[in-house]
C-alpha cells in the first residue's frame, strides 16, 4: 500500500485549504470580506447607494422641474402625487427642491473630500517619511494656510476668478486637505521607524515605492474614516457659503439652503425643514456608519 501525501487528495490534486495557502490573500481582499461582515456598513452602503440614485436620476424623471415657478405658493405636502413635500415660497416643487439639493451636496462633499484626499495623503507622506527640514519646511507651508481665515480664503478665490460652482468645490478641498496632511504625517512618523520598513530600505526598495507600498497601505485606515467625516464638514461649509450669498446660486439649491429656508418657517410650515433635514441627517448617519466599518476593515493590526 503506497503513502498518500498529506496534502493531495487521492486523486493528487491540492486541496482547496492548501490552494487558499499557497495563494494567500491580499490587504485588499481581506479588508473587503471583513467590511462586507459589517452589517451596518453593508446596509449604510445600499441606503446611501439609494440617495445616490435618487440624486443623479430623480430630477430627470420627477414630473416637476425644481426651477418651475407657479401659483401653488407654500402648500402642504398633498397624498395625490402631484406635491407630495408641498410647495416652497415660489411654488417650486419641494420633493424636486430636495433631489437636487441632495446631488448638489454630494458633489460638493464627494470633490472636495477628492481633492482634500489627493493632495493631503500625498503632502503628509511625504513630508513624515523623508522628515529633517524638508518636514519642516512642508509643515510650515501648512502652518502658514492654516492662519488664512477660510471665508476669507473663499472671498479671495471668488474675487479673482469669478464664482462658479467648481470654483466652491476646488476652494473647499484645498482648505481641508491641511488637517488630512497633518493625520497622515503623525501615522507616517509613528510606522516609518517599524522594522518592516527598515527591512524594505534593507532590501534596496526606493523611497517612493516604501512610500507607496508600505506607509500608506498602513495609514488607510485613519485615512478612511477621516474622509467619511470630511465630506458632512464639507457638506456643511457649503451650506455656510450659500447662506452668506457664496455658494450655490439661484435656482441651484443645496440641503443646506433647503434647511435654512425651512428654518425661518419652521413653527407655520414645519415639513419645509423636516424633509431636508432628515435627508442630511440619514446621508451623515450612513457616512459615520461606513468610516466605522472602513476602519474596521483596513486597519492591519486587526488582521
Same mark, same amino acid.
Given at each position: ?98 433631489? #437636487? ?7 460638493? !462633499?464627494? %470633490? *472636495?473630500?477628492? /481633492?482634500? +484626499?489627493? =493632495?493631503? $495623503? ?89 512610500? #507607496? ?7 488607510? !485606515?485613519? %485615512? *478612511?474614516?477621516? /474622509?467619511? +467625516?470630511? =465630506?458632512? $464638514? ?70
Amino acid at each position: 500500500m503506497t503513502d498518500v501525501d498529506p496534502l493531495l487528495d487521492p486523486t493528487g490534486r491540492i486541496e482547496p485549504v492548501e490552494k487558499a495557502i499557497v495563494g494567500g490573500r491580499s490587504l485588499w481582499e481581506d479588508a473587503r470580506g471583513r467590511l462586507l461582515r459589517n452589517r451596518a456598513a453593508v446596509i449604510s452602503m445600499w441606503i446611501l447607494g439609494v440617495l445616490v440614485i435618487i440624486a443623479v436620476f430623480g430630477p430627470m424623471v420627477w414630473v416637476h422641474d425644481y426651477r418651475t415657478i407657479s401659483d401653488l405658493r407654500m402648500i402642504t405636502p398633498t397624498l395625490d402625487g402631484m406635491h407630495p413635500l408641498g410647495t416652497d415660497l415660489q411654488g417650486r416643487d419641494l420633493l424636486a427642491r430636495l433631489m #437636487i439639493g441632495l446631488r448638489i451636496s454630494l458633489m460638493v !462633499g464627494i %470633490v *472636495a473630500t477628492a /481633492v482634500s +484626499l489627493i =493632495i493631503g $495623503v500625498s503632502w503628509g507622506a511625504t513630508a513624515g517619511y523623508l522628515g529633517g527640514r524638508i518636514d519642516n519646511f512642508m509643515m510650515r507651508i501648512v502652518d502658514v494656510l492654516y492662519a488664512l481665515p477660510f471665508i476669507f480664503f473663499v472671498i479671495l478665490l471668488l474675487t479673482v476668478f469669478e464664482r462658479n460652482i467648481v470654483l466652491i468645490f476646488a476652494a473647499i478641498g484645498a482648505i481641508e486637505w491641511l488637517t488630512m496632511a497633518r493625520i497622515v504625517r503623525g501615522q507616517t512618523l509613528a510606522i516609518k521607524g517599524k522594522e518592516f520598513i527598515e527591512a524594505a530600505r534593507a532590501s534596496g526598495v526606493n523611497r517612493r515605492d516604501i512610500i #507607496i507600498r508600505h506607509i500608506l497601505p498602513n495609514v488607510i !485606515g485613519p %485615512v *478612511a474614516v477621516y /474622509v467619511t +467625516l470630511t =465630506i458632512p $464638514v464639507v457638506i456643511l461649509a457649503e451650506s455656510f457659503l450659500s447662506f452668506l450669498g457664496l455658494g450655490v446660486n439661484e435656482p441651484l439649491t443645496s440641503l443646506g439652503v433647503l434647511i435654512s429656508d425651512g428654518a425661518d418657517r419652521m413653527e407655520e410650515k414645519p415639513w419645509m425643514l423636516l424633509a431636508p433635514a432628515i435627508t442630511m441627517a440619514v446621508t451623515l448617519l450612513c457616512l459615520n456608519f461606513i468610516g466605522d466599518g472602513l476602519r474596521d476593515a483596513l486597519d492591519p493590526k486587526d488582521r
